[in-house]
């Protein structure tokens, strides 16, 4: 039969922790004894029990001490207060210190029974109450991430099976922007792992020594400013999920210690001498190519190995083809909600092939940005070009040094869109007169009436 849990008993007097013992020990819990406060403090940190008996009149102090040190340390703890004069002043003293009930001496057997069940109820309840907590945070679910792209339908079908496998760890690959934050999410929510929390860190926020500390926790003295032991997120993730952002940043030494944890499913606390077994789940998300970086030098070769066992490669957005369109229907939709004056339907024909053609390097991030500033400044009901971000339209620099050519930009730039703002220039400069903005462009009426057509205006003129 499984255990119901570790007990710590404190009190001076061995045959009433004889009695406890056996009586706990038949209804199937661990025990561990102290006879006095500091053996008490000792046995507790080593012990990490989920209930703590405690006798007020200790040798060498007061069990009130020691109630104080547990709820500090470890608050999710129970203690139940067992003593033989019934004073006032203690039992307040208790209650306030967080103590979860209070047995006297002589003790019923009967009575620590009921009093231990209710503290097992309390830890449930305790419990319920994160997990309610965690569902209520929606909104983290795969139906919110969008792509119908096959690419995108692939890294969404590949996160699906795995959010519902017990792999232990998980890459998340992808440039800025293209939604590792909502992957690593969804994929926790739909795990069976949804009801214990998901921790996340980021390794370029923080310098090495914290990001340790915070990862694996410490013990009482493990260094200068460590003066109480602290549970770190590989503890406090408790069968949840972790996610390590922006991997690529970690220190190589760093590294070398979470391969130690994959690998062997245990760490240590800081400055510990005891193995605690790891059972939250791994994600680790990188912008960067970690291959490429191994090869550099710049990631431990073997973590990156056994991070990419199940890797989910999320597309950039210049690669998802339609998925740009319907991304910004779904932000112009939310733009809508916030708006005040006609609504936005959607965007121009020509700002539909500027999305279509651009390079996106900010993402999804970036065409959310792009369409908020849109619904901010467009009055009509469509998104214009003459409200996009000038670098979108003009990567193309004007001519050079009198020769009449224009200089491609490093990375290329769609010509439809170059083609387009030349038009548009055209048109604008010469107040719409078609005869004179076709003369600019030295092509005839005909062929200019058609490109404005083609770049969505309707010129009649
Ligand atoms: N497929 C998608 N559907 C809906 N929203 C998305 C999608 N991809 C990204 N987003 C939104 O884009 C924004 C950026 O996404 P997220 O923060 O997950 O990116 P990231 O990959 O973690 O970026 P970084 O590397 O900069 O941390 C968020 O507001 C997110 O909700
Ligand atoms: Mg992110």
Redesign the pocket.
């Known amino acids: 039969m499984s255990s119901s849990g570790k007990v710590l008993i404190v009190d001076d007097d061995r045959f009433v922790r004889m009695a406890l013992c056996e009586a706990l020990k038949s209804w199937q819990y661990e025990t561990v004894e102290a006879d006095s406060v500091a053996s008490a403090m000792k046995a507790f940190a080593d012990a990490e029990p989920v209930i703590v008996l405690l006798d007020i009149d200790l040798p060498d102090g007061s069990g009130l001490d020691v109630l104080k040190e547990i709820k500090t340390t470890s608050p999710e703890t129970i203690a139940v207060m067992i003593t033989g004069n019934v004073d006032v002043a203690n039992t307040v003293a208790a209650l306030r210190g967080g103590a979860h009930d209070f047995i006297g001496k002589p003790v019923r057997i009967e009575e620590l029974r009921v009093t231990l069940r209710n503290a097992a109820e309390t830890r449930e309840l305790r419990r319920e109450v994160n997990r309610v907590r965690t569902a209520s945070k929606r909104g983290f679910s795969f139906e ?4 119908e792209s096959d690419s ?1 339908k692939k890294a969404i079908d590949l996160a699906r099976r795995v959010a519902a496998s017990d792999v232990g760890s998980i890459l998340l690959n ?1 440039e ?7 992957f690593a999410r969804a994929i926790h929510y739909a795990s069976e792992r949804s009801n214990a929390p998901y921790l996340a860190i980021n390794c370029a926020a923080l310098p090495a020594n914290l990001i340790e500390s915070e990862l694996f926790g410490y013990e009482k003295g493990a260094f200068t400013d460590a003066k109480q032991k602290k549970e770190g997120l590989f503890e406090q993730a408790n069968g949840g999920t972790i996610f390590l ?1 922006e991997i690529g940043e970690m220190e190589l030494a760093l590294q070398a210690k979470l391969l130690r944890v994959l690998e062997e499913g245990t760490f240590r606390r800081v400055g510990g001498l005891k193995d605690i077994s790891l059972n939250a789940r791994i994600i680790a ?1 990188s ?1 960067r190519n970690l291959k490429q970086e191994s090869e550099a030098g710049n990631f431990r070769l073997d973590l990156y190995f056994r991070l990419s066992v199940i890797q989910v490669d999320i597309p950039p957005l210049r690669d998802r083809g339609k998925d740009v369109l319907l ?1 910004a229907k ?1 932000y112009i939709d939310r733009a809508n909600l916030k708006r005040r004056g006609k609504l936005l339907i959607g965007l121009a024909p020509e700002v539909e092939k500027i999305f279509t053609n651009y390079k996106w390097s900010g993402n ?2 970036e065409l ?1 940005n792009v369409i908020e500033r849109a619904s901010i400044l467009e009055d009509g009901d469509t998104v214009t070009a003459a409200h996009l971000p000038a670098d979108m339209l003009g990567t193309f620099s004007a001519h050079s040094s009198g020769s009449g050519m224009f200089t491609l930009p490093m990375d290329g730039v769609p010509l439809e869109s170059v083609e387009f703002e030349l038009v548009r220039q055209a048109f604008e400069r010469t107040n719409g007169n078609l005869t004179r903005a076709a003369k600019l462009l030295d092509i005839s009426r005909d062929q200019l009436r058609y490109k404005l057509r083609k770049a969505g205006y309707d010129a009649e003129a």
């Open positions: 919110e991430i969008i792509g995108m992808g800025t922007g293209t939604g590792k934050d909502l952002d998300a912008n991304l779904y999804v991030r959310r």
